[in-house]
T-cell receptor, first 114, second 113 residues
Framework: DTAVSQTPKYLVTQMGNDKSIKCEQN?????MYWYKQDSKKFLKIMFS???????INETVPNRFSPKSPDKAHLNLHINSLELGDSAVYFC?????????????FGDGTRLSIL | DQQVKQNSPSLSVQEGRISILNCDYT??????FLWYKKYPAEGPTFLIS?????DKNEDGRFTVFLNKSAKHLSLHIVPSQPGDSAVYFC????????????FGQGTRLTINP
């Protein structure tokens, strides 16, 4: 039973399209996150939600819109995809977003823009 | 501006020996540090963490050491096992009311039989 699950695992699409990545956690955590791992392998935070409320937004283009229908789900919608959006996107969750708790990650979604 | 750095992209260690992975940081506001392990095509898996009020935390074969004055932490794995071969990420966060992990670029550890 997967704790943090993302779908799809792979996503290949053309520039200009709109796509969504879904994330669900069954850990009962209150806080969820989206990270981007770029071509240089750095993992950088994009967004964080606590109980469906946005608490971190790291200067991400507004083509990226996270949506949290409930605290167990945090989906990422991307409009007008660009070549530079190609990356691996990781979803994560933690108990309540306090600074001294580990985050648990999904297996990632590899997005490739043609 | 890279606040967390892992200067060794790769490390090769013989099975049974000690593996030492290093991490440096620049932000003195960081007060919580973590190590993650990552296999290909999987997400990072939490290994061990340490709060800035401690200088050592141990969990089985894994020990993390924190030297605040040097802004340096290290992960010791002993004895190293073939299953430890993976990419290891160091991460840090500051208590700002919300947890924002800042990651290093990772070190690929290979354990040779």
């Amino acid at each position: 039973d997967t704790a943090v699950s993302q779908t799809p695992k792979y996503l290949v699409t053309q520039m200009g399209n709109d796509k969504s990545i879904k994330c669900e956690q069954n850990l009962g955590h209150d806080t969820m996150y989206w990270y981007k791992q770029d071509s240089k392998k750095f993992l950088k935070i994009m967004f964080s939600y606590n109980n469906k409320e946005l608490i971190i937004n790291e200067t991400v283009p507004n083509r990226f819109s996270p949506k949290s229908p409930d605290k167990a789900h945090l989906n990422l919608h991307i409009n007008s995809l660009e070549l530079g959006d190609s990356a691996v996107y990781f979803c994560a969750s933690s108990q309540d977003g306090a600074s001294n708790q580990p985050q648990h990650f999904g297996d990632g979604t590899r997005l490739s823009i043609l | 501006d890279q606040q967390v750095k892992q200067n060794s992209p790769s490390l090769s260690v013989q099975e049974g020996r000690i593996s030492i992975l290093n991490c440096d940081y620049t932000n003195s506001m960081f007060d919580y540090f973590l190590w993650y392990k990552k296999y290909p095509a999987e997400g990072p898996t939490f290994l061990i963490s340490i709060s800035s009020i401690k200088d050592k935390n141990e969990d089985g074969r894994f020990t993390v050491f924190l030297n605040k004055s040097a802004k340096h932490l290290s992960l010791h794995i002993v004895p190293s096992q073939p299953g430890d071969s993976a990419v290891y990420f160091c991460a840090a966060s500051a208590d700002q009311g919300a947890q924002k992990l800042v990651f290093g670029q990772g070190t690929r550890l290979t354990i040779n039989p």
